[in-house]
């Protein structure tokens, strides 16, 4: 069984940092797209950043929303089975609750266009002004 747990969301001001952690489970990072979603008030889920399975041909591309690049970063930790979202420079828009997703689509080259079967529950960060 999948499971998913996020933690590290908090308040916190704008310009500051911030890591999320996800506790995988259930399978590998090999065979698995995984990512990150936000969903900020009023507004629908988006992706923000995913890994490719490193089995697909795009050997774990990595995607990140426009709005973010240069200040998120995906990682893992295979040893740990944790998968982290590192993030910087953080601005009032950041606002919202972060999913940590996977994905069995293996040979996807392109995460950013995988309807993601699996959900953690969520954790909320707040940046004010």
């Known amino acids: 069984e999948v499971q998913l747990v996020e933690s590290g969301g908090s308040l916190v001001q704008a310009g500051g940092s911030l890591r999320l952690s996800c506790a995988a489970s259930g399978f590998t990072f090999d065979d698995h797209a995984i990512g990150w979603f936000r969903q900020a008030p009023e507004k629908e889920r988006e992706v923000v950043a995913c890994i490719s399975s490193r089995i697909s041909s795009g050997g774990g591309n990595t995607y990140y929303e426009h709005s973010v690049k240069g200040r998120f970063t995906i990682s893992t930790d295979s040893a740990k089975n944790m998968v982290y979202l590192q993030i910087g420079s953080l601005k009032v828009e950041d606002t919202g609750v972060y999913y940590c997703?996977?994905?069995?689509?293996?040979?996807?080259?392109?995460?950013?266009?995988?309807?993601?079967?699996?959900w953690g529950q969520g954790t909320q960060v707040t940046v004010s002004s």
């Open positions: 997703v996977a994905d069995p689509a293996w040979w996807v080259e392109h995460c950013e266009g995988i309807n993601f079967d699996y």
